[in-house]
T-cell receptor, first 109, second 112 residues
Framework: RKEVEQDPGPFNVPEGATVAFNCTYSNSASQSFFWYRQDCRKEPKLLMS???SGNEDGRFTAQLNRASQYISLLIRDSKLSDSATYLC??????????FGKGTRLSVIA | EADIYQTPRYLVIGTGKKITLECSQTMGHDKMYWYQQDPGMELHLIHY???????EKGDLSSESTVSRIRTEHFPLTLESARPSHTSQYLC???????????FGEGSWLTVV
């Protein structure tokens, strides 16, 4: 079983829609969680960290459920520019960050 | 913006050639990484280093080697390139005291 699992998608949504991605992690010792965004043929970039109490950055909301070991990302009022692959990332101790395979989002006009 | 640079950005090379992909960062980060990623596919960690003279193999077996003689540089070498090495190679760095990882723009390698 992969340490970080994501639905690969693609999620095809119209502009203005709300879309949510989930990610599950298998190691309960995982400490920190992040969402990265990767545009086609570009490098991944940090979108936001995920805090236990949940956090919001504009149209983006991240949630963490430690009991069920999953992380979510909600995007409201989707824009064409949101089209990308969203990577769930988990940190455990002093080991390298673990990246999920990514969920592909395509926002359609 | 992250100050991490990779050269060359694009390289087409013949089978059997030796190549070195360069990666430099000016942020003083102790941790550096090399990932391999085919288009549309997941990232695979192939090497990492947590400081000078310290290197480790990642999750994906790779025929490449790395060195970390200076904090700023983390070059990756393929002694004898093969078509199966065709891929994008992404270098990244991370401060010891922080969690955010910063990626370079990647090196696209094609072996013919």
């Amino acid at each position: 079983r992969k340490e970080v699992e994501q639905d690969p998608g693609p999620f095809n949504v119209p502009e203005g829609a709300t879309v949510a991605f989930n990610c599950t992690y298998s190691n309960s010792a995982s400490q920190s969680f992040f969402w990265y965004r990767q545009d086609c043929r570009k490098e991944p970039k940090l979108l936001m960290s995920v805090y236990s109490s949940g956090n919001e950055d504009g149209r983006f909301t991240a949630q963490l459920n430690r009991a069920s070991q999953y992380i979510s990302l909600l995007i409201r009022d989707s824009k064409l520019s949101d089209s990308a692959t969203y990577l769930c990332v988990v940190l455990r101790g002093n080991t390298p960050l673990v990246f999920g395979k990514g969920t592909r989002l395509s926002v359609i006009a | 913006e992250a100050d991490i640079y990779q050269t060359p950005r694009y390289l087409v090379i013949g089978t059997g050639k030796k190549i070195t992909l360069e990666c430099s960062q000016t942020m003083g980060h102790d941790k550096m990484y090399w990932y391999q990623q085919d288009p549309g596919m997941e990232l695979h960690l192939i090497h990492y280093s947590y400081g000078v003279n310290s290197t480790e193999k990642g999750d994906l077996s790779s025929e490449s080697t790395v060195s970390r003689i200076r904090t700023e540089h983390f070059p990756l070498t393929l002694e004898s390139a093969r078509p199966s090495h065709t891929s994008q190679y992404l270098c990244a760095s991370q401060p010891s005291s922080g969690n955010t990882i910063y990626f370079g723009e990647g090196s696209w390698l094609t072996v013919v």
